[in-house]
Structure formats: C-alpha cells, structure tokens
C-alpha cells in the first residue's frame, strides 16, 4: 500500500527480457499500465497492478479506513490523539462525550488518485477500550462499590476516584438489600453544551471473610433481635 501510495517500480519478465515498469501514485489493484512496444511483434504491453492486503489500513477506492484506540477518558472528556497515516502522524480531536464505534473523516489524508489529481480521504473508527472501574449505558457512567456490612447498615460517607482524576464524597444511605442503585447526578457523560447524565454507583455490601470473636458477639446480639 505504501508503495501504491508514493508510487514505485518493478522489473518484470516478458518472454527473457527484464522490463522495468513504472507504477504510478494511487495504483489500485485492477489498474492497468500500458507499456508502448513493449510487447511480442512490436505490440503494446498492458501491466495489470494487484495490491496486497495492509495490516492498518483498508482501501474503498480512493478512501482509506483505519481503527484507532482510545480509552475511555478520552472518548468521554475528549482529546487530542496522534493517528497514523500514509503522509505520516496528525493529531485527530475527539470531542468529549464520544461513543465507540465513531468514524472521524480526515480529508485529503486518503491515496492519491491514479493518474489523477487530489487524493480521497481517511476514515478513523475509534475503539474505547474496556476502563477497570466504569461502563458506559448511554449517558450514564456505571460503577461498582463494595460497602462495608456496617456502612450499609448505618449509612457512611465515602470517598470515590472519578473518571477526570477527581474525588467525590457520596453519602451512603442506609441499605436496605444487600445491592442497591446511587444516582450522582451530572457526574456522567457529556450530552451537549453543558449537560451531563448521571454517575450511577451500585452499591454491594461486602460480608466480611473472617469474624473476631468480638465482632461473632455483636452479630449474635444482632441475631438475637431478630435482625
């Protein structure tokens, strides 16, 4: 592709004699090259270029089609991300608030059109990677938080790493099952001007692994009341 790109040569057999064939910028497979002479008794010798497969980018004609990954604090917060092309690296803006799956047009970035002027344009589909602590469900972030059995049974405040590098206190109310659902509002996924959806937190309560023959006493009383 990148030979397709810049244009290049090849020396090719013709019945014992080694020809050298100019292959022109934007050669697509199908192209045809005419060779004047070149051929058996005098005649014109037409060269008909294949191009291999790219390991990055996929050809649509004059266009080319690439993924990108990004994560998922860029896609939410936006960014600015270095992408590859066949001219070399530009900087590809990702607004905040961008789903996976977005295709970025990158004008004039595409292959050069076959003895023609101009060149098509790339195509970037962005990819956000899996985040180890939020989801994204729409305009929501998602997150889980193990509660401490005692927390969950007398309410806490706590202090929770946002998706920006930020804390947040959120006050655990009492619970009243064992998962339940927080809705911190504005604290997700950008949805225009300067709107947010909501971060909602679910709530787990962690069973301790292991009692102290303190805490065994306390839970016994808790069972004696019928709790």
């Given at each position: 592709l990148e030979e397709a790109f810049h244009g290049?040569?090849?020396?090719?057999?013709?019945?014992?004699?080694?020809l050298e064939v100019t292959i022109p910028r934007g050669a697509n497979t199908g192209s045809r090259?005419?060779?004047?002479?070149?051929g058996?008794?005098?005649r014109d010798l037409i060269v008909v270029t294949r191009l291999k497969p790219h390991?990055?980018?996929?050809?649509?004609?004059?266009d080319l089609e690439r993924a990108v990954p990004i994560t998922l604090r860029e896609a939410l917060l936006g960014s600015e991300i270095p992408v590859g092309t066949l001219k070399g690296r530009v900087l590809l803006k990702v607004p905040a608030g961008t789903q996976n799956g977005r295709v970025f047009r990158l004008k004039g970035q595409g292959m050069p059109r076959f003895k023609g002027d101009g060149a098509g344009d790339l195509y970037v589909k962005v990819h956000v990677k899996p985040h180890a602590t939020f989801r994204r469900e729409g305009y929501n972030l998602?997150?889980?938080?193990?509660?401490?059995?005692?927390?969950?049974?007398?309410?806490?405040?706590?202090?929770v790493a946002t998706l920006d590098g930020k804390t947040?206190?959120?006050k655990i109310p009492v619970m009243k099952r064992a998962e339940e659902l927080l809705r911190?509002?504005?604290?997700?996924?950008?949805?225009?001007?300067s709107s947010h959806g909501d971060l909602i937190i679910r709530l787990e309560t962690a069973l301790p692994q292991k009692l102290?023959?303190?805490?065994k006493k306390a839970v016994e009383e808790l069972k004696s009341e019928g709790l």
């Open positions: 290049t040569s090849r020396i090719v057999d013709i019945e014992g004699r080694r090259i005419r060779l004047t002479g070149k058996p008794d005098g390991r990055v980018f996929t050809r649509r004609g004059d998602v997150m889980n938080l193990p509660v401490k059995l005692t927390d969950a049974l007398l309410g806490a405040t706590v202090t947040l206190e959120v911190v509002r504005g604290k997700g996924v950008p949805s225009g001007g102290s023959s303190k805490a």
